[in-house]
């Protein structure tokens, strides 16, 4: 049973900058693609940004290409998103997911996904 944890959401001033972690137990971390989304009130759930199995390989949504980072530790089991210049728009919860069908393409679309941690809150105020 995989088990993945957010932490580091938060209140953050627009173009401030704030990282968010995803901790994922299980032995099939390494191995598959990890991604993060985001719901903001009244919206669909959307793709944010997502990274093959080595990191080798990342994908964006056009409204964050430029200001947020997706990375990856396997040795740490841990997924990360750095999200810089934030706009009120980013405000939303933040949720990262695992595919266990895929270990190279990243897919856009939630219901590829096979998991997901709980969200974390990420605030931008103006």
């Known amino acids: 049973q995989v088990q993945l944890v957010e932490s580091g959401g938060g209140l953050v001033q627009a173009g401030g900058s704030l990282s968010v972690s995803c901790a994922a137990s299980?032995?099939?971390?390494?191995?598959?693609?990890m991604a993060w989304f985001r719901q903001a009130p009244g919206k669909e759930r959307e793709f944010v940004a997502g990274?093959?199995?080595?990191?080798?390989?990342?994908s964006y949504a056009d409204s964050v290409k430029g200001r947020f980072t997706i990375s990856r530790d396997n040795a740490k089991n841990t997924v990360y998103l750095q999200m810089n210049s934030l706009k009120p728009e980013d405000t939303a919860v933040y949720y990262c997911?695992?595919?266990?069908?895929?270990?190279?393409?990243?897919?856009?679309?939630?219901?590829?996904?096979?998991?997901w941690g709980q969200g974390t809150q990420v605030t931008v105020s103006l």
């Open positions: 997911a695992q595919d266990i069908h895929n270990a190279v393409v990243v897919n856009t679309e939630f219901d590829e996904y096979d998991y």
């Open positions: 299980g032995r099939t971390f390494s191995t598959v693609v």
């Open positions: 990274v093959n199995w080595n990191g080798g390989r990342t």
